[in-house]
Nanobody, 121 residues
Framework: QVQLVESGGDSVQAGGSLRLSCVASGATASDYYLKWFRQAPGKEREGVATISARSIPTYAAFVKGRFTVSRDNAKNILYLQMDSLKPEDTGIYYC???????????????WGQGTQVTVSS
């Protein structure tokens, strides 16, 4: 079973950028699709992006070119570069591992503990 630890969350102004990282350990991360989810206060957890072992990404529609997901299989690290941040991007961002490429939280095998992102207007 893979373990996941996120970092990089912070408070930024609208229009700013953040880079989230997620270190995978305990298993071969390349065996999994790695994903980012987020959860805003009072809302359900939603998928942001997923990336295959061959670094093929899939994004949620609301990303609209603002976010970039990448992974370093040699270092077992997943990244999420977030640009042009908006207040509605505020929430806890979770790293996840799964055996499929969907953004369905029900298929996730392992969750990280989350990192807080706050975007102020």
């Amino acid at each position: 079973q893979v373990q996941l630890v996120e970092s990089g969350g912070d408070s930024v102004q609208a229009g700013g950028s953040l880079r989230l990282s997620c270190v995978a350990s305990g298993a071969t991360a390349s065996d999994y699709y790695l994903k980012w989810f987020r959860q805003a206060p009072g809302k359900e957890r939603e998928g942001v992006a997923t990336i295959s072992a061959r670094s093929i990404p899939t994004y949620a529609a609301f990303v609209k070119g603002r976010f970039t997901v990448s992974r370093d299989n040699a270092k077992n690290i997943l990244y999420l570069q977030m640009d042009s941040l908006k207040p509605e991007d505020t929430g806890i961002y979770y790293c996840a591992a799964a055996r499929d490429l969907t953004l369905n939280p029900r298929t996730v095998n392992t969750w990280g503990q989350g990192t807080q992102v706050t975007v102020s207007s």
